[in-house]
Nanobody, 123 residues
Framework: QVQLVESGGGLVQPGGSLRLSCAASGRIVSIYDMGWYRQAPGKQRELVAHIISDGSANYADSVKGRFTISKDNAKNTVYLEMNSLKPDDTAVYYC?????????????????WGLGTQVTVSS
């Protein structure tokens, strides 16, 4: 059973920083890309950043220059370094992974989500 477990959320003042982590576990054979999404109250879930297997990354315009996504292939972990945080960054942040894992006797490629971690930016 594949699991994505996020950590690192919390309360921070405007202008502050946080680092989110997401570790994927299970009988994983390949990770194609991992990313971070967020959902604020009353809004749709949106892509924040994602990184593919070759290390290429994409960011939402609203976080470019402030957030950095990175990964540790050996640990099946993706990170999101968030700097210069604004109140508009307040949301539940979800980890997502497109990966192939052993399910029963077959290797299945599928999309997985973590349960989310709350980030609140407020003074």
């Amino acid at each position: 059973q594949v699991q994505l477990v996020e950590s690192g959320g919390g309360l921070v003042q405007p202008g502050g920083s946080l680092r989110l982590s997401c570790a994927a576990s299970g009988r994983i054979v390949s990770i194609y890309d991992m990313g971070w999404y967020r959902q604020a109250p009353g809004k749709q879930r949106e892509l924040v950043a994602h990184i593919i297997s070759d290390g290429s990354a994409n960011y939402a315009d609203s976080v470019k220059g402030r957030f950095t996504i990175s990964k540790d292939n050996a640990k099946n972990t993706v990170y999101l370094e968030m700097n210069s945080l604004k109140p508009d960054d307040t949301a539940v942040y979800y980890c997502n992974a497109d990966l192939r894992a052993l399910r029963g006797s077959l290797y299945i490629r599928d999309d997985y989500w973590g349960l989310g971690t709350q980030v609140t930016v407020s003074s």
